[in-house]
């Protein structure tokens, strides 16, 4: 008969605690998703708080989001002031992304390997680009690096092919190895 209880209660605890999980994981409908079947972010990202910079940070996103992503700017009334390493990892059907200002960093391979990626609007708090932030965003355009950044990371545009103009920043202090190699503009640059 103890065995039984104890087995009914860990059942209802551990039900607790997953609808907790699930309450956590909704964003709220501050942005939005043009061209994905699914227009609720709430499906397409997943926020963990940040208690130290109060405020939360994409950790993942649905590999089977397409389109225009548009990152909101709050959650649970409180700014989304991050993009974690590797959170847009290999999401190939994404062709743009537009980041509020209320992000303040982008981890490292962020974007990585998300070949259909045309355009960026990167926010204007950021200080540097991460590491293997876009590398292997083969169909990357154009990119705008905002007044902020002080930092471009090494391999942060390696394999960025199609890359036909940057438009850098006064602020610009360091552009570290191979950030821009094996693309167009790195081919040019090893050329002179």
């Known amino acids: 008969m103890r065995k039984l209880f104890y087995v009914i209660l860990t059942v209802v605890i551990l039900l607790f605690a997953l609808a907790g999980c699930v309450g956590q994981s909704y964003p709220g ?12 972010p709430a499906d397409l990202f997943e926020f963990t708080l940040d208690e130290t910079a109060d405020g939360y940070c994409i950790i993942s996103a649905d590999t089977s989001i ?3 992503v548009v990152v909101p ?14 959170a847009f990892y290999n999401c190939k059907d994404i062709s743009g992304v537009v980041l509020p200002d209320s992000i303040t960093n982008i981890g490292a391979s962020a974007f990585r390997s998300c070949s259909n990626l045309v355009s960026v ?3 204007e708090n950021i200080s540097q680009i ?6 292997g965003c083969v169909s990357l355009k154009n990119i705008d690096i ?12 390696y394999e960025c092919e199609s890359l036909e103009t940057i438009s850098l920043s006064g ?13 167009i503009l790195g081919r040019q640059t090893q050329a002179q």
């Open 29 to 40: 409908a501050n942005g939005g998703v043009n061209g994905s079947v699914n227009e609720n």
């Open 66 to 68: 397409s389109g225009e």
């Open 73 to 86: 700017d709050m959650y649970n009334d409180k700014p989304v002031i991050r993009i974690a390493e590797r």
């Open 121 to 123: 609007e990167l926010p």
């Open 130 to 135: 991460g590491s293997d932030c876009f590398h």
């Open 146 to 157: 905002p007044a902020g950044v002080l930092r471009i990371a090494e391999r942060a545009f």
């Open 171 to 183: 602020g610009l202090l360091r552009i570290d190895s191979s950030a821009f190699r094996h693309g």
